[in-house]
């Protein structure tokens, strides 16, 4: 019965679009012209027009993005989070404000933030050129890297919150307990701290891969022409192509991969979630 | 033969807080001493500056006769048990034994037999428990798996801080008379903090009790209880009637009573406290005793074990009095008039050396 909210909120937002989409994918809903005048009620043609290598290449990409972003967070996130669980007594309140204002200011003004921050007339470049330790601005935007900075500077609060979260609950006695009997700093964090928060960090890694897979606007704003993503070929087939059975398929595709890719990731890191 | 521990002036602020006040105090080996005094009073820090998990602001500690303020706690040579238990919830009852065994790199077949012989130490049979998963366990369960920890390593001293407190009645009664034994045949020298007066009497060879963050009295558990040192002890340890008067010429004066003559005293004459147990004043043959009063009960509360009668002997004055004979409880009302007597030899004046 308590599930009940969950589960109306589930059906609603994910399973229904998801079958709309795979409906649009295989022609059933939206069918093209030729398509009805050919009068097939289902098709596969836009499944097989997603399978060519490029969108493939460009969805091992995304793929390798999103692990790049979740891998960088986490290893920022995980020190920032501690300290706030931990160490951190009187100012607990405040960093937490800190870590989840950036997540109510648009990415897009972040973005422009840092296109002004990084750009060749930007104020980083203007430092090094002025102190004279480069003569030509650094090419930092509008390229991988800057799109892999942006996406790390966007969820890097979806990381902290769930570490933190684990966090705070670790009895601190344990850790304590673990010293005494002998294991130095390092050893109690990767035998006690680490088993311990990883419900957490697993929650981390989903929050963070799932929406980097299908991120488009970072890409779009960071990133130079040649930074395509599955997110960019998707909205390009709904809004530039208007093709919206092939973006659909090109969706379906993507979703199926990376849903599949986080249950095979669960599996292997073993354990019920108990967040 | 150096003392197990030793504490010279150790002092800790924490701000503006002085948690523990030039504080000296020798625990002798293989004792069990209870450090007792009530919440806020300063024990679990000093446990923690014992420990090592707390550095104190002046002062020594010294272990077997060496100075360790210095040393880390992992090389204390202790076992330390949390309060409110601190098992690691991801690993199983071996696992969470072995641990320190496992950190000091102890051959495996040595690891295996050394967990089995301490779990069938502290009753926890191995074949049932040794793959639990610690929060399948209960509280009691939990707390020996703790132990278990520690006392595997064999540690010189073992630190415990007011361990039994989440626990039942019966089973921490179970649970001290274990730490008891476990402290007299492993030949372990036990710390024990607590706030419960009743458990540090019955299990302690040595008593010190806290008060804002000064030890007021160390004895013996017979000590503590019958000499106590002034009225914070007295009335913090069991319950006594504390009577405000005067002593001269060996005769205790106080309104409301007659004069208690008090034999072997050799104190301080003039103004002085005086402490009768409420077990020690009889309610029937009271006139057998030299002590005799007469007064009124106006309080008559059941506890199992004995009956609570308050008696009003004066205008101002009304005496405890514990009835442990369910006859003589059952007898007697409120608004009964009744003697009261007690032997001068039960009487004690506070602070008395």
Redesign the interface.
């Known amino acids: 019965m308590l599930l009940l909210p969950a589960t109306v909120f589930y059906m609603i937002f994910f399973i229904i679009p998801f079958f709309i989409s795979l409906g649009v994918a295989l022609g059933v809903f939206l069918p093209s012209d030729a398509q009805i005048s050919r009068g097939e009620i289902i098709t596969l043609r836009y499944f097989e027009q997603t399978f060519d290598r490029i969108f493939l290449l460009v969805l091992l990409r995304s793929l390798l993005l999103a692990s790049m972003t979740t891998v960088a967070c986490l290893l920022i996130a995980y020190p920032m989070a501690y300290y706030i669980a931990v160490k951190a007594e009187k100012y607990k309140s405040f960093l937490l404000i800190l870590v989840i204002i950036p997540l109510w200011v648009t990415f897009l003004l972040r973005a422009y933030a840092l296109l002004t921050l990084l750009g060749p007339e930007g104020f980083l470049n203007g430092i090094l050129i002025g102190l004279g330790i480069i003569e030509e601005p650094l090419y930092l935007i509008y390229n991988e890297r800057a799109v892999l900075l942006g996406m790390v500077y966007s969820y890097i609060p979806l990381a902290i919150l769930p570490l933190y979260s684990t966090l705070t609950r670790l009895n601190k006695s344990v850790i304590e307990a673990s010293r005494v009997l002998g294991a130095g700093p390092v050893k109690t964090f990767v035998k006690v701290t680490l088993p311990i928060t990883k419900p957490g960090v697993l929650a981390a890694v989903i929050l963070t891969f799932i929406p980097a897979a299908g991120e488009f606007v970072v890409p779009s704003l960071l990133g130079g022409p040649d930074d395509v993503y599955v997110g960019t070929l998707v909205y390009n087939a709904f809004l530039a192509a208007r093709n919206w059975n092939w973006g659909a398929a090109m969706s379906i595709v993507y979703i199926s991969v990376v849903l599949i890719g986080v249950v095979l990731y669960l599996r292997l890191v073993g354990e019920e979630l108990r967040v | 033969m150096d003392p197990a521990v030793e504490l010279e002036n150790i002092v800790k602020r924490y701000g503006r807080i002085l948690a523990v006040d030039n504080i000296s105090l020798t625990v002798e080996k293989n004792t069990f001493y209870s450090i007792l005094g009530p919440s806020g009073c300063g024990k679990t820090t000093l446990l923690r500056l014992i ?3 707390e550095i104190p602001d002046s002062g020594v500690i010294k272990m077997n006769g060496t100075v360790v303020n210095k040393v ?3 090389k204390r040579g ?3 048990v ?9 690993l199983n009852v071996f696992d969470n034994v072995a ?2 065994l496992r ?2 790199k102890v051959p495996k077949h040595e690891i295996v037999e050394r967990v089995l012989e301490v779990l069938r130490l502290v009753n926890l049979q191995p074949e049932i428990y040794a793959s639990r998963r610690v929060d399948q366990l209960s509280g009691g369960e939990r707390q020996r798996v ?1 132990i278990a ?2 006392l595997v ?1 064999k540690p010189r001293v073992l630190l415990l801080d007011e361990p039994l407190g989440p626990l039942d009645l019966k089973i921490r009664q179970k649970m001290q008379a274990e730490l008891k034994r476990l402290q007299k045949s492993t030949a372990t020298t036990f710390i024990y903090v607590t706030h419960d007066q009743t458990e540090a009497l019955s299990l302690s060879d040595r008593v010190a009790v806290m008060r804002n963050g000064g030890i007021v009295q160390v004895g013996t558990p017979e000590e503590i209880y019958n000499k106590p040192v002034d009225q914070f002890v007295a009335d913090f340890i069991g319950e006594s009637n504390l009577l405000e008067g005067r002593i001269s010429g060996g005769v205790f004066e106080t309104d409301g009573l007659p004069p208690i003559t008090l034999r072997e005293y050799d104190g301080v004459n003039g103004k002085r406290m005086l402490a009768i147990r409420p077990e020690r004043i009889e309610v029937m043959d009271a006139e057998k005793l030299e002590n005799r009063v007469k007064g009124v009960i106006v309080d008559k509360t059941y506890q199992g074990v004995y009956t609570v009668l308050k008696v009003s002997v004066s205008e101002n004055l009304t005496l405890t009095v514990y009835v442990t004979r369910p006859d003589v409880a059952r007898r007697l009302v409120v608004g009964d008039h009744v003697m009261l007597g007690w032997r001068s030899s039960d009487c004690v004046v506070v602070g008395a050396q």
């Not at chain 2, 949390?82 to 991801?90: N, S, W």
Request: charged share 15%; hydrophobic share 40%; proline share 12%.
């Open positions: 420990a090592g998990l880390p706690p992992e202790l076992g330390l949390f309060q409110g238990t601190a098992v690691f919830p991801h641990y320190g950190m000091r703790e920890r520690s390593l």
